[in-house]
């Protein structure tokens, strides 16, 4: 991959840090940077690479604390090729089971690899000063860590440790905790083609462990993740991969096969797909103004052997696209920060801020509006966030009932979420992703 032949274990770290420059450099994400990187190394290799990067990323804020304090210098005054080695070198020592000398001497030979050889020292001299503190019998280390600040204990950047505190100021500690852990892997059944008892005994047969989800009917929560490849009637569209939260949408809708349905916002298109299993409608479109995206959504359509009108369009301006028929039923997954889904893309914490966080409630109040246009007298509108902000949710929506006089928010008798404006779910909530969920009626 570089033409070089390198030592055993340089080369995945190499490619970590190219994949870690790639999101705090480039501000690409996360998985789209692994995906580029992670062509040619063995299954064993991928799977570390992986670790390596969600890990960092998962910690990001936790690991630059310990190298600002071990190198005595601020992150900024250190080049950033030297920082994301020094940072892979810390989540291994920490997080890890990688024996030292191969965790330190691999990272530390990357180095060169990105125009840094002159730091080799200084990484060794940071790992190596960590390692020490790790194994020292006295209470250095017990000192270190009881000196953090609190946005570093939690791995969170102040503004949204301070969001969540105010949002919610008897749960944001575990959902802090909750987005640190690694989310299950959760797929949903197709149950007009299998029963969900005989599929999870066929999961069984296959040696993967799953158990049913107590409020979304057709998931199965899996004990440890596998690849897709090895998932009994994946490829024949038997089963998707689709966290329990989402799975809750398409069931609000209450759509049957008289409606016109739009899935606005609909790449990468799991609950359009959801829309279409559950009771087939009479025109289903799926609305995404990226082309790329789209594609995702008709690959998705392909592996269950169903279709979908596919628009290419701008959620906010309809007069570009819609052809003013109105519709029955709209499932509006509106953009938003994903605040969410940190523990399955921990580089949000990164990559998110606050100022982008207030142009995302505008742009949500923009579609909403323009939606709601598009809506039949009597019809119902699902919106539908992953975030656990509250200006993205109930008060998105309050202020959105406020300056409609024909909407109002519809009962949802279900027995999951929190809330009296529509329903929230949090971080880990019976292993499920955080998502909010408001059904709106139009008079």
């Known amino acids: 991959m570089t033409g070089v032949k390198l030592k055993p274990g340089v080369e995945v770290r190499l490619q970590a840090a190219r994949v870690l420059l790639?999101?705090?450099?480039?501000?690409?994400?996360?998985d789209e940077a692994l995906s580029r990187y992670n062509e040619g190394l063995s299954a064993q290799d991928s799977a570390l690479l992986q670790a390596i990067c969600y890990g960092v990323m998962r910690w990001h804020i936790e690991l630059q604390y310990w190298m600002e304090q071990l190198a005595k210098r601020s992150a900024s005054d250190l080049k950033p090729a030297v920082q994301v080695l020094i940072l892979i070198g810390l989540f291994q020592l920490k997080h890890m089971?990688?024996?030292?000398?191969?965790?330190?001497?691999?990272?530390?030979?990357?180095?060169?690899?990105?125009?840094?050889?002159?730091?080799?020292?200084?990484?060794?001299?940071?790992?190596?000063a960590f390692?020490?503190?790790?194994?020292?019998?006295?209470?250095?280390?017990?000192?270190?860590?009881?000196?953090?600040?609190?946005?570093?204990?939690?791995?969170h950047p102040p503004w949204m440790l301070n969001r969540l505190q105010t949002d919610w100021p008897g749960?944001?500690?575990?959902?802090?905790?909750?987005n640190n852990q690694q989310a299950p892997m959760v797929l949903r059944v197709d149950t007009h083609k299998a029963d969900i008892d005989e599929y999870q005994s066929?999961?069984?047969?296959?040696?993967?462990?799953?158990?049913?989800?107590?409020?979304?009917?057709?998931?199965?929560?899996?004990?440890?993740?596998?690849?897709?490849?090895?998932?009994?009637?994946?490829?024949?569209?038997?089963?998707?991969?689709q966290d329990a939260a989402a799975q809750l949408a398409t069931p609000l809708l209450q759509h049957d096969s008289t409606h016109r349905v739009l899935d606005a916002c609909a790449a990468p298109g799991g609950k359009t797909a959801h829309i279409m299993q559950q009771a087939r409608p009479a025109y289903l479109a799926a609305l995404d103004n990226s082309k790329p995206r789209l594609e995702r959504v008709k690959d998705m359509f392909s592996r269950i052997g169903q279709t979908a009108q596919l628009i290419?369009?701008?959620?906010?301006?309809?007069?570009?696209?819609?052809?003013?028929?109105?519709?029955?039923?709209?499932?509006?997954?509106?953009?938003?920060?994903a605040s969410g889904v940190i523990r399955r893309h921990p580089d949000i914490k990164y990559l998110r801020t606050e100022r982008a966080l207030q142009k995302i409630i505008k742009r949500q109040s923009k579609i909403l509006d323009a939606m709601w246009q598009l809506l039949k007298p009597g019809g119902m509108l699902l919106y539908v966030t992953c975030s656990v902000f509250k200006a993205e949710n109930e008060d998105q929506v309050t202020a959105f009932i406020q300056r409609q006089d024909d909407a109002e928010l519809a009962e949802m008798s279900v027995p999951w979420g929190r809330g009296q404006t529509g329903r929230q779910i949090l971080p880990g909530d019976e292993k499920m992703d955080g998502f909010y969920f408001a059904l709106l009626k139009k008079r």
């Open 131 to 155: 390692q020490r503190y790790m194994s020292a019998t006295d209470n250095s280390f017990q000192k270190l860590v009881e000196g953090r600040p609190e946005f570093v204990r939690y791995a």
């Open 202 to 241: 066929r999961l069984a047969s296959s040696g993967i462990e799953a158990n049913k989800h107590p409020f979304a009917g057709s998931a199965l929560v899996l004990s440890k993740p596998v690849d897709v490849e090895k998932i009994p009637g994946f490829s024949d569209g038997l089963v998707s991969v």
């Open 97 to 128: 089971r990688i024996p030292v000398h191969a965790a330190i001497h691999a990272t530390v030979e990357c180095a060169a690899n990105l125009q840094s050889k002159r730091a080799k020292g200084l990484i060794n001299a940071v790992l190596r």
């Open 22 to 30: 790639a999101v705090t450099q480039d501000y690409q994400q996360l």
């Open 171 to 178: 749960q944001w500690q575990q959902i802090a905790e909750n």
């Open 312 to 337: 290419e369009g701008d959620a906010s301006n309809p007069d570009d696209w819609w052809d003013k028929v109105p519709f029955d039923r709209i499932l509006l997954d509106a953009p938003c920060s």
